[in-house]
């Protein structure tokens, strides 16, 4: 016990560290215009990275952010209550700060968004579906130039796919309607998160072994697939890696991974965006010109802390990009 009390004030104490440390506006190397011209940004790093539990991941998310410094940080399966200040919320260089805990079970779900940018709006839930509210599954936030719609979708149900008809029927339905609303109001839309699904056999380790699992049954990727297809936004890491070569997995079972080596690893954490973000992806001008190109989308398996890692995606100013239509979404 009193090797566990050292360590624990030894950790309590590195966070302190890095919280004092932070400095209000503080930028990457080359990534951000320079504090004078904070309002106009040449790159833009955005972060998607499922905690599997804030408290348990808490060090390494600062550590990893103080490291990293990106602009926009969204985050999942928090498991936070409403009462809760975490740690990463006080740092001074990120003002605009959001966290949407599960009211129908305590220590479950969740859902946080960290930015240095100034929404134009904010939604807690997905707009105008307020029956999913209580588990904290989303949050989006509306920027001038685009639209940032962060999720933890539900699992199906690790043994019994009990959940599945829930997540197929209801939620995948509800996410589905409001993604397709903002592609018919021509809002170009970035969509990230812990989908909970791995689309594509190459997205698993083996697709024998994993087929017919939750987050492999062909419901799911039906849904999936149909829920893309509809709202018109493309797998930016699919696009910009076509091939299966480099780190690509972002979950790994914590029941097969020991001793610090991931093993059994799934993609089922994404970027998903408006064609017209992607220079080579097809696009039917849904989305208008956009004012952002992704650069770059990979994920992070050198980042412990959580059983799954983190994904960043690197946005880069199209100078020639107009908006088509101003990005307003009424919940």
């Not at 990463?88 to 079970?105: D, E, Q, V």
């Not at 939604?123 to 989006?140: A, L, W």
């Not at 839309?189 to 087929?211: F, H, K, M, P, Q």
């Not at 997995?249 to 994404?270: A, E, L």
Request: with cysteine; aromatic share 8%; hydrophobic share 30%.
């Amino acid at each position: 016990m009193p090797h566990e009390h050292k360590r624990a004030r030894k950790e309590a104490t590195e966070e302190r560290a890095l919280l004092e440390s932070d400095t209000p506006g503080q930028t990457g190397s080359a990534k951000t215009a320079p504090p004078s011209d904070r309002s106009a940004p040449e790159q833009l790093l955005l972060v998607t990275w499922n905690l599997a539990g804030y408290r348990s991941a808490s060090r390494s998310l600062l550590k990893y952010l103080s490291a990293t410094d990106p602009d926009v940080v969204c985050l999942q399966e928090t498991k936070l209550q409403t009462t809760d200040v975490p740690g990463p919320f006080l740092l001074p260089r990120y003002p605009h700060k959001t966290w949407f805990c599960s009211t129908a079970r305590k220590g479950y779900s969740g859902t946080a968004v960290l930015s240095k940018l100034k929404p134009e709006r904010v939604h807690k839930g997905i707009p105008g579906y307020r029956e999913h509210d209580t588990e904290g599954r989303c949050i989006v936030y509306e920027f001038a130039d685009f639209t940032l719609v962060t999720v933890y979708v539900p699992n199906s149900g690790v043994h019994t796919l009990n959940r599945l008809r829930y997540r197929i029927d209801s939620w995948d339905a509800a996410l589905r309607e409001y993604l397709c609303t903002l592609r018919r109001r021509g809002i170009c839309t970035i969509l990230c998160g812990d989908v909970n699904v791995a689309l594509d056999d190459t997205d698993v380790y083996s697709a024998e072994a994993c087929r017919g699992r939750s987050g492999f049954t062909d419901e799911e990727r039906h849904s999936w697939r149909r829920t893309l297809n509809d709202a018109q936004l493309v797998d930016a890491f699919r696009v910009l890696h076509p091939s299966t070569q480099g780190p690509r997995f972002t979950f790994w079972d914590y029941r097969t991974s020991v001793g610090g080596v991931r093993r059994d690893g799934w993609r089922i954490d994404v970027f998903c965006v408006s064609p017209s973000m992607l220079e080579d992806a097809p696009s039917d001008g849904a989305s208008g010109v956009s004012r952002w190109r992704v650069r770059s989308v990979r994920s992070r398996p050198d980042i412990f802390g959580s059983d799954h890692c983190p994904v960043e995606l690197t946005l880069e100013r199209n100078t020639g990009g107009e908006i088509k239509s101003k990005h307003r979404v009424d919940s």
